[in-house]
């Protein structure tokens, strides 16, 4: 049994448009939520954290987070070439020291020019 | 800049080589750090994780003597793979979230790609 679920994509959005990453997960109490971007090669780089139900914005990036329904999402807005890459969704689980993230598959971005 | 530095970046070596990977925390320190896997097109495994002070959580199917975690100080923890094998041949990346709570954003090292020949 699955922990997080991605769209595993890939997902081609041409620039300038939005790009939506969906994630779902198990757990019903989990309260620690993140994205991350990884480029090809590279380790994984935080985006963006939520903890709350609703909508937080950083510049082009918005996460999305339902705990009723155990769904977080990412919307990126005016897409980039340089957003190319692979999206990870992660849950925290269990307690604050004594959990781990859990990370889903992956969600592979390309912006075309 | 980076907040947590994974040395080395890359190593290739002969079968039955052990190698040693240092992962620090460079501003704040770290109780826990988190040792991930990662193998071509396949997303992170967590391998086991790293406590100040005390033993090593590992992670079901981790062989606790092949891959030895030491977390001798605040900030610093070693994963030494021992008598490495292709098999063992990855991308292995570590983690120590900032706020010193696990469920506080994670800070990845740029990882370490591992090839056995």
């Known amino acids: 049994q699955k922990e997080v679920e991605q769209n595993s994509g890939p997902l081609s959005v041409p620039e300038g448009a939005i790009a939506s990453l969906n994630c779902t997960y198990s757990?019903?109490?989990?309260?620690?939520f993140f994205w991350y971007r990884q480029y090809s090669g590279k380790s994984p780089e935080l985006i963006m954290s939520?903890?709350?139900?609703g909508d937080k914005e950083d510049g082009r990036f918005t996460a999305q987070l339902n705990k009723a329904s155990q769904y977080v999402s990412l919307l990126i807005r005016d897409s980039q070439p340089s957003d190319s890459a692979t999206y990870l969704c992660a849950v925290f689980q269990g307690g604050s020291t004594l959990g781990r993230l859990y990370f889903g598959r992956g969600t592979q971005l390309t912006v075309w020019p | 800049g980076a907040v947590v530095s994974q040395h080395p970046s890359r190593v290739i070596c002969k079968s039955g080589t052990s190698v040693k990977i240092e992962c620090r925390s460079l501003?704040?320190?770290?109780?826990?750090m988190f040792w991930y896997r990662q193998f071509p097109k396949q997303s992170l495994m967590l391998m086991a994780t790293s406590n100040e002070g005390s033993k090593a959580t590992y992670e079901q199917g981790v062989e606790k003597d092949k891959f030895l975690i030491n977390h001798a100080s605040l900030t610093l923890s070693t994963l030494t793979v021992t008598s490495a094998h292709p098999e063992d041949s990855s991308f292995y990346i570590c983690?120590?979230?900032?706020?010193?709570?696990?469920?506080?954003?994670?800070?990845f090292g740029d990882g370490t790609r591992l090839s056995i020949l």
């Open positions: 501003d704040f320190q770290a109780t826990t």
């Open positions: 757990d019903r109490g989990s309260q620690s």
């Open positions: 983690s120590a979230p900032r706020g010193g709570y696990g469920n506080q954003p994670q800070h």
């Open positions: 939520i903890y709350s139900n």
